[in-house]
């Protein structure tokens, strides 16, 4: 396995500009190149070579629970999985219909799961975007190794200032990632790199408005992950201000509980668990996909 540089701060995108340009950006950056011994994604990646960094949906199957007790961990991982590739794959139907001509960006593209489905289902080219240089290392590998090297791209670049051209893309998406950044900067960015009637899908954790501010649970998941989790109205006034006009939203938190209740069980369990459960059950935190179209 490729290993990150040990200073990438100086390095430069095809902009001319600093990938990493503020001492919070580094920061995340150095959470994701030092998080290389992950079982709670290497283990479920391992199975099938589509590794992810987002979360599942969808009722487990309770006989992973029962059977011999020496395979129940890894009956529980390979459900798990199962779980996190069904995610992607409804955040791929919104997306669609892609043509193969058409092209795609990963904003945020971790160890390039997403992306790879992407490609496989719609023929197309995918670029992927990181600003941890292990993870694009990582998926890079991963795309070559499974035929993809040509199509399936992965860049240390900045999502914010992706040097990409623009109107090059007929979809983005970001699956998890936008809790990273500032919104109105985000779409500003994709609102340039979007064809007219290009698509945008967000799958993401906000704060619930209705409740009030961030609940003592979410600043638990903001301190684990170095994050800085959005309140639910932030993604619509960002989206709006950009020429983004949303034609779905999508409340996946009753879909999304099963699996990290099924998560506490496994040797996997990172302790992030128990706030994610009490957040969405609580009701001050929510799952949501949003689709939006350019205009
Ligand atoms: C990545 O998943 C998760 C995040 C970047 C941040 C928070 C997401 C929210 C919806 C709030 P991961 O697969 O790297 O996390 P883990 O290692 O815990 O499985
Ligand atoms: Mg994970």
Sequence with gaps: MTTAPTNSKAATAPTGRPVLRTDYQKAVATYWNTNQDDPVNLRLGEIDDLYHHHYGIGDYDASVLEGPAETRDER??????????????????????VAPSCRLLDAGSGRGGTSIMAHRRFGCRVDGVSISEYQVNFANEQSARQGHADSVRFHFANMLDT????????GIWTNETTMYVDLFELYGEFSRLLEYGGRYVCITGCYNDVTGGRSKAVSQIDEHYTCNIHPRSQYFKALTANNLVPINVVDLTEL????????????????????????????????????????
């Design 76 to 97: 529980i991982i390979a459900e798990m999985h199962r779980l996190e590739t069904a995610q992607a794959d409804v955040l791929l139907d919104y997306l669609a219909p």
């Design 256 to 295: 999304t509980i099963p699996y990290w209740e099924l998560r506490a069980k496994s040797s996997v369990a990172t302790g992030i668990e128990q706030p994610f459960l009490k957040a969405y059950r609580e009701g001050s935190f929510h799952y949501l996909l949003i689709a939006a179209d350019r205009i």
């Design 163 to 170: 040097g990409l051209d623009s109107g090059s893309m007929r």
